[in-house]
């Protein structure tokens, strides 16, 4: 039975609200909580939703809201504007929440002329991330080897050193949520969860240092994180960042559920520059614009790009096509914004990869990696190393898709055709004169004989190009403007191109 959230205003009052469907670990994040007015729910009769108060993550309890699985569904506008709180939520009256808007554009304005210059991340980062394939797992006596723990945290280093991902360039293992104890300590300092990381995070560090690897970490810019761990407010951005440093920590992905946006239009720019007063040079993932609804004037790219190494802009991802598809549908309509933010050492993130695990057929895996490379994403993986198969570790190990994603020029690419026959073709410019070209079928009956030539699609600078198909690596020659092809493009799959002008052999690109 589908119902309104309206229905269950008691739920909605709750400072943190999960669902658990007892069959398996589906949660509703408390990040998702606040969007009620664009979710439905369905009653399946057989889950607790339960008060979760951070103190009893642990502990579920019944509650007046029983016995619903919590399925998050689109609203009106299109996008769920996923983790602001709603005004009735958080006591903020309309028009209060008009002067704040305001405050945050002028702040914006005059925002100092501060830039985090840690020199890092000139290509997009590449590594392994926590959350979309082990989320808030924090059952460790049931699902030992599938909980956020230390342990799994080794296994992703020790798979990514051994496996030839490190030589490749995934090189960061990245913490997400769930990490914390519930309590800072006496001094007000973040720990880690005692059972679950008893080495602590500098020994953590140390490990995944000793494999060649960089250790990222997880915060969040508010009172507590998504799942209800202690937040990083205003007065404790300083603290944090040293405390970050000191245990070595080479990435910081600072979240923004359960915040302002005057605390994040604040927070943020205190946090790039505390991360700066540390010292050690430390990667910023920026959640911020995801928070603000991801495009101007609530977001001012240009002092993201000052501050950030990279930024999460939109929804979270999900193990689907359907999510991948939503993420690539709202970054090619907004390209016009967000493609000239993204550049060596500042880059849109799309999110990270859901190649290997349940939802994307062989043909979708394909494309989200060639959809990723041509957007300059980070590669961010998420899934278990220690399981993946060959065919998904061959997709995301070709050499040549990551020295494409790894260009220097570092230009992010952009969708520039979609055709009424559901063929979409995107190009990224490659240092010199290559391009990257990727041939997108959103069609679902057959393989589909696309017919063009580099010339419809603005290959106007050279004679004589040649290209290398990135998975197949045919090489077709003798390409002119005019020469006709045809490439044959799989049901929701790629087929892409790395394309370079023949004007003398010395020339010619990745010799
Ligand atoms: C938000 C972020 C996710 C993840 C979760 C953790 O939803 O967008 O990437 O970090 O929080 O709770």
Partial sequence: MLTDCAALAPCL????????????????????????????????????????????????????????FCRQTRGPAGRD??????????????????????????????????????????TPPMGWLAWERYRCSINCHEDPDNCINERLFMAMADRLAEDGWRELGYVYVNIDDCWMALQRDEGGVLVPDPERFPSGIRALADYVHSRGLKLGIYGDMGSMTCMGYPGTTLATVALDAQTFASWGVDMLKLDGCYSSSLERALGYPAMAKALNNTGRPIGYSCSWPAYDGGLPPEV???????????????????????????????????????????????WNDPDM???????????????????????????????????????????????????????????????????????????????????????????????????????????????????????????????????????????????????????????????
């Fill in 81 to 122: 504007n996923l983790q602001a709180p709603l005004p009735h939520l958080s006591g903020e009256s309309p028009r209060k929440d008009w002067a704040m808007k305001l405050l945050v554009a002028l702040l914006a304005l005059v925002a100092p002329g501060f830039s985090l210059e840690n020199g890092l991340m000139r």
């Fill in 300 to 346: 001012n790219y240009t002092l993201l790009a000052d501050i950030c190494n990279l930024w999460r802009n939109f929804d979270d991802i999900e193990d689907s096509w359907q999510s991948v598809l939503s993420i690539v549908d709202w970054f090619s309509e907004h390209q016009d914004v967000l493609q000239p933010m993204a550049g060596p050492g500042h």
């Fill in 353 to 511: 990869l859901l190649i290997g695990n349940y939802g994307l057929s062989f043909e979708q895996a394909k494309a989200q990696m060639a959809l990723w490379t041509v957007l300059a994403a980070p590669l961010f993986m998420s899934t278990d190393l220690r399981a993946i198969s060959p065919q998904n570790v061959d997709i995301l190990q070709n050499k040549l898709m990551i020295r494409i994603n790894q260009d220097p020029l570092g230009i992010q690419g952009r969708r520039v055709l979609k055709t009424k026959h559901h063929i979409e073709v995107f190009v990224r410019p490659l240092s010199k004169d290559a391009s990257a070209v990727v041939f997108f079928s959103r069609r679902t009956d057959m393989p589909y004989r696309y017919r063009t030539s580099l010339g419809a699609l603005n290959f106007t600078g050279h004679a004589l190009y040649e290209a290398q198909d990135v998975y197949t690596e045919n090489v077709i020659s003798g390409l002119t403007r005019d020469t006709d092809f045809t490439v044959v493009i799989n049901p929701s799959g790629v087929v892409m191109w790395h394309v370079y002008p023949i004007v003398g052999k010395e020339s010619l690109p990745w010799l």
């Fill in 13 to 68: 009052s709750f400072p943190i609200w999960r669902c658990q469907d007892p069959r398996g670990s589906q949660t509703l994040t408390p990040s998702r909580q606040p969007v009620c007015l664009h979710l439905r729910l369905e009653f399946k009769g057989s889950s607790i939703c339960s008060k979760a108060p951070p103190a009893a993550a642990g502990s579920w309890q019944a509650s007046p809201c029983l016995s619903f």
